[in-house]
């Protein structure tokens, strides 16, 4: 029984919200809002090699890892309860042209890196990255003629792409080029190989964000510059100025076939997560990127806050906005937390 706080209470004072945050369990029962490993996406980057476990500067505690360091990697994330990997494949320089053509490769790093972990890992789903920048000398989403992005031209490369992802085993496809009408073409060409039952993740609401910086660095996927070749990605991912433009997006993405939606990046977005949420009907994702895991990171190598509470905060801001499920290079550290307790 809680010991009466002053013998001379003010009458006046009936609703007191403070009674339910007094006690842990009374604030466990009260809550609105759970995180739990069940929600959390872990992005890996893979590289060529064998034993290669090679840190990325700009992201504390992230690798480029080898296939067989891949498969490592994710039977841990499994063991741990982690549901999905989305994977990123580093592409080797001479390998990258202007038609990104070794992303259509059925023997390249990243089906073969797929195959391995469904064959090592078969119950750890697998979402796999349709775009052309990790393939493409010019570093853009989509392909580049007379320096522009050529819309159309992309959407069979990318259409391509996926079926060769869903020939290597990926269970989600998810295109991340915001090309328009790229969801509604991918899911023609899966259909037509006969991959009725591989689901689509679309990036719908993907800004030209700054976030992405440290991505990039680890991807080496940045925009090249170059007179012949756009400087940025403003004129494809959505100006962050935006948000009943998303709703457009969310719109065209459910009629194209979309299975799940995603807003990115997730915390300085979370109104339009929100109201993504609001309007539709599929499971929401969020992609908590690189550069807000950098952010944290960093302040918290400074001694500036504290890593596990931040990121507690940020993930469990992320699921309030609405999201059911979180990409995020939190997901093992997360998951790892969460099992203690
Ligand atoms: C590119 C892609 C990007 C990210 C995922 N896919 C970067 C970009 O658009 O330049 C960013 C992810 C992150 O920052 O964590 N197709």
Known sequence: MPTPQSAIPNPQLIRRPRRLRRTDSLRRMARETRLTVDDLVAPLFVIKGEGVREAIGSMPGQ???????????????????????????????DLKDTAAREGLNPDGLFPR???????????????????????????????????????DETLAVLSEMAVVQAAAGADVIAPSDMMD???????????????????????TAKYASSFYGPFRDALDSAPRVRADVPPDKKSYQMDPANAREALRELELDLEEGADLVMVKPALAYLDVIYRVREASDVPVAAYHVSGEYAMIQAAARNGWLDERAAATEALTAIRRAGADVILTYFARQMAEWLREG
Do not use: C, Q, W
């Not at 498969?71 to 999905?84: D, N, Q, R, S, Y």
């Not at 009408?181 to 990036?203: C, H, K, M, N």
């Open 63 to 93: 690798h480029r890892l080898s296939v067989d360091e891949l498969v490592k990697e994710a039977e841990t994330l499994h063991a741990l309860g982690i549901p999905a990997v989305a994977l990123f494949p580093k592409i080797a320089d």
């Open 113 to 151: 890196a797929v195959r391995a972990l469904k064959r090592e890992v078969p119950e750890m789903l697998v979402i796999t990255d349709v775009a052309l920048d990790p393939y493409s000398s010019d570093g853009h989403d989509g392909l580049v003629r007379d320096g522009r992005i050529a819309n």
């Open 181 to 203: 009408g790229r969801v509604a073409a991918i899911r023609t060409a899966l259909d037509a190989a006969g991959f009725t039952d591989v689901a689509i993740l679309s990036y």
